[in-house]
Antibody
Framework: QVQLVQSGAELKKPGSSVMVSCKASGGSFSNSSINWVRQAPGKGLEWMGGIIPIFGTPNYAQTFQDRVTIIVDEFTTTTYMRLSSLRSEDTAVYYC????????????????WGQGTLVTVSS | SYVVTQPTSVSVAPGQTARITCGGKNIGSKTVHWYQQKPGQAPVLVVYDDSDRPSGIPERISGSNSGNTATLIISRVEAGDEADYFCQVRDSSSDPYVFGTGTKVSVL
């Protein structure tokens, strides 16, 4: 069974950047899609982008295209999400989640999810 | 971009059936997944590909998808079903992962 473990909470100042990590263990890694989803306090889920490690080319949501970078280290099975030019509205819990590759198909459901990383942006 | 709407809240008595809808233009032609999220926890997949259940999810949770509405059905509701539920749609015309607005299920 795949498990995703994320890095700890971060407190950042407006205008700075944050990098959150997501380490995968168990199951297949290279051909599954690792995605990043955020949730502002009391709000819904918002997809930010994803990457398939074997290909290495990320796909970003239009909303975050200019500020997000997703990279992967296949050797350590760790995916990183960097969000730049932080503002108070970026205060949220950031999750990584896997979309599996099975039977020759890249599926689109997200399972499992990491435990979440709280990023607080405040001066 | 593709828009998916859910009712803000649904209230149901224990033992009754909760129906949570996910509306979108011609959503029946797309694949819908559902997640349960309890306070302070990460979302958990409860239905994938419209109506399939991951291992460990009880049979009283089911899904359907047709026309402009996908539906998550929770039969014989229990107190432990109280949570937020989100639908997610794969859309080829915009961002690939689109989430519904979420529905809070309250057990009376």
């Amino acid at each position: 069974q795949v498990q995703l473990v994320q890095s700890g909470a971060e407190l950042k100042k407006p205008g700075s950047s944050v990098m959150v990590s997501c380490k995968a263990s168990g199951g297949s890694f290279s051909n599954s899609s690792i995605n990043w989803v955020r949730q502002a306090p009391g709000k819904g889920l918002e997809w930010m982008g994803g990457i398939i490690p074997i290909f290495g080319t990320p796909n970003y949501a239009q909303t975050f295209q200019d500020r997000v970078t997703i990279i992967v280290d296949e050797f350590t099975t760790t995916t990183y999400m960097r969000l730049s030019s932080l503002r108070s509205e970026d205060t949220a819990v950031y999750y990584c989640a896997r979309s599996p590759f099975r039977g020759g198909i890249q599926h689109t459901w997200l399972d499992p999810w990491g435990q979440g990383t709280l990023v607080t942006v405040s001066s | 971009s593709y828009v998916v709407t859910q009712p803000t809240s649904v209230s149901v008595a224990p033992g009754q059936t909760a129906r949570i809808t996910c509306g979108g233009k011609n959503i029946g032609s797309k694949t819908v997944h559902w997640y349960q999220q309890k306070p302070g926890q990460a979302p958990v997949l409860v239905v994938y590909d419209d109506s399939d259940r991951p291992s460990g999810i009880p049979e009283r949770i089911s899904g359907s998808n047709s026309g402009n509405t996908a539906t998550l059905i929770i039969s014989r509701v229990e107190a432990g079903d109280e949570a937020d539920y989100f639908c997610q749609v794969r859309d080829s015309s915009s961002d690939p992962y689109v989430f519904g607005t979420g529905t809070k299920v309250s057990v009376l």
